[in-house]
T-cell receptor, first 115, second 114 residues
């Protein structure tokens, strides 16, 4: 158990809909990262938050947004969903910010299926 | 633009033999490299890492080798065990504008045959 909690584990929805994925980081971790894993793809970095502030953006679509709340949990909002958004979405957390050797602790992911 | 590449989607190895997983990167700014292991229905977990100032790091059955001139790293597992069957992700890291930039490869599915 990594200590990172993601809910829900599975989500099935239709095209055009909006969903929210939730992540609770490990106790004490201030950084939260969101990653997307599509079929045959590696882990694509979406966005990072540190202590409530956005710190880095990756390949995140404009239809996607995220935030980190004062209690440090994070939510990833996906709107106007398309079939191609079907993927495994991972949240990860770490203690610090900016260290190259910082190890990430991953949740078990949310499997999103857009039908 | 795939900055970190794992060119072998899958690898099958006999139990007890050596497993060698390869990874190539393109960006010289990366200064730390990590391997993560992923079982089905679980998130990736950290396995082993190496700083760019080293060329080898060993932890039990796992050894990571780094060849900076070739921008290549490899993970050796010896002896391989059935429990090593998993997807292995190579990742390269750099500090960039106060944030960690961590780029993952596509993963290699390792199967250890009894």
């Amino acid at each position: 158990d990594s200590g990172v909690t993601q809910t829900p584990k599975h989500l099935i929805t239709a095209t055009g809909q909006r969903v929210t994925l939730r992540c609770s980081p490990r106790s004490g971790d201030l950084s939260v990262y969101w990653y997307q894993q599509s079929l045959d793809q590696g882990l694509q970095f979406l966005i990072q938050y540190y202590n409530g502030e956005e710190r880095a953006k990756g390949n995140i679509l404009e239809r996607f947004s995220a935030q980190q709340f004062p209690d440090l949990h994070s939510e990833l909002n996906l709107s106007s969903l398309e079939l191609g958004d079907s993927a495994l979405y991972f949240c990860a957390s770490s203690v610090e910010l900016g260290a190259s050797d910082e190890k990430l602790f991953f949740g078990s992911g949310t499997q999103l299926s857009v039908l | 633009d795939q900055q970190v590449k794992q060119n072998s989607p899958s690898l099958s190895v006999q139990e007890g033999r050596i497993s060698i997983l390869n990874c190539d990167y393109t960006n010289s700014m990366f200064d730390y490299f990590l391997w993560y292991k992923k079982y089905p229905a679980e998130g990736p977990t950290f396995l082993i890492s190496i700083s760019s100032i080293k060329d080898k790091n060993e932890d039990g059955r796992f050894t990571v080798f780094l060849n900076k001139s070739a921008k290549h790293l490899s993970l050796h597992i010896v002896p391989s065990q059935p429990g090593d069957s998993a997807v292995y992700f190579c990742a390269a890291s750099a500090s960039f504008q106060g944030a960690q930039k961590l780029v993952f490869g596509q993963g290699t599915r390792l199967t250890i045959n009894p």
